[in-house]
């Protein structure tokens, strides 16, 4: 069991895809950190020695933003565009997309479930008595 910044790495994967799980680190990143490190890609998770472990978390600590500092980071970055009243900030506020898509059609995913379509209810005639 091996753990890196608080996450634990699935044993039984490669080295170079197991980096991946850490949030801010993907394929390209964890390619870098083992030619940094010296580690062969190919061994398993399961096989790193503690010399192995300990390197590779002090390269992802010393030179990288990772897991709660990161998000930490970009929830910062989109507050000060809130703050600031940036049409992206607002965008952000409103939940819509940001960098420029359509949304007449799409964005079902950033909008939500459609909501009921302004419908008007039929009026019963009223009978007298």
């Known amino acids: 069991m091996v753990r890196i910044e608080g996450v634990v790495l699935p044993d039984k994967k490669r080295v170079e895809f197991g980096l ?3 949030f801010g680190i993907g394929l390209t990143r964890s390619r870098e950190i083992l030619k940094a490190t010296g580690i062969d890609p190919d061994i398993r998770i399961k096989d790193l020695s503690h010399q192995q472990v300990a390197a590779l978390q ?6 990288y933003k990772v ?12 507050k000060r565009l809130q ?3 940036s049409y992206r900030g607002l965008r952000h506020k409103k939940s819509l997309p940001v960098r420029g898509q359509r949304t007449k059609t799409n964005a ?7 909501k ?14």
């Open 108 to 114: 079902r995913t950033r909008k939500g479930p459609r």
């Open 58 to 63: 002090k390269q992802v600590t010393q030179n």
């Open 67 to 78: 897991e709660g500092e990161l998000r930490k980071e970009i929830t910062m970055d989109i």
């Open 83 to 85: 703050e600031i009243g």
């Open 116 to 129: 009921a379509a302004n419908i008007i209810p039929v009026k019963k005639p009223v009978t007298k008595k």
């Open 20 to 22: 991946a799980y850490l």
